[in-house]
């Protein structure tokens, strides 16, 4: 499920998006831990359900060969978070679907790193998974996600926005904002540098 090394399954100008290696479980830790960086979750993660996650997230990409990756720095090789595709289990009036998303730690936020991972995810699903569409979504008021979203290429779709159904109607975070991008569109995006 870890691998050392890990495979690479894009490269981008800056990063490795890669299987997930044993050595990514501590960072990943500080990352869920972190308050900022879950601010729009439920709930940070104690150690434990970061590992738990992290092997989940694992073992879906040794079995399918796509999914969440890790994500490395070319120039230094540290981990950084993950970013990549997943299909929801959950029911919504958009799904079955395939989602991007991703989760970046603190100290490398701001410098184009999801935007960069994000291009490359949405390449792999367009071309190597030939998908019909990909959808993302997150809180409103998760605007850091949302200006990602809107600079590679996704459209606001405002009469998808949903409850999620994970979530109890009642709470403040169960309403989702919803973005598309259909594989028309996005093969008529002007190639945009990294």
């Not at 970046?104 to 960069?116: K, N, S």
């Not at 390449?123 to 959808?135: K, N, P, S, W």
């Not at 409850?163 to 973005?179: D, E, M, N, R, T």
Request: hydrophobic share 50%.
């Amino acid at each position: 499920m870890f691998h050392t090394p890990a495979p690479h399954f894009a490269e981008t100008r800056r990063l490795i998006l890669r299987a997930w290696q044993r050595s990514d479980l501590a960072p990943f830790r500080a990352l869920n831990a972190d308050p900022l960086v879950m601010a729009h979750f439920p709930a940070r993660l104690a150690a434990s359900q970061s590992d738990a996650l992290a092997e989940r997230l694992a073992r879906h990409l040794s079995e399918n060969g796509w999914g969440f990756w890790a994500l490395e720095l070319k120039h230094s090789g540290e981990f950084i978070g993950f970013c990549g595709l997943n299909q929801p289990l959950w029911q919504a009036a958009f799904t079955p679907c395939v989602e991007i998303g991703w989760r970046l730690a603190r100290p490398f936020w701001r410098m184009g790193y999801a935007r960069e991972a994000a291009r490359a995810a949405l390449a792999f699903g367009f071309t190597r998974l030939r998908l019909d569409e990909i959808v993302a979504f997150t809180v409103p008021a998760n605007l850091r996600s949302v200006a990602v979203m809107e600079a590679i290429g996704m459209q606001r779709d405002a009469k998808g926005d949903f409850s999620h159904p994970q979530l109890p109607a009642a709470y403040p975070l169960a309403p989702h904002v919803l973005y598309r991008l259909p594989a028309a569109v996005w093969r008529s995006l002007p190639a945009l540098s990294n």
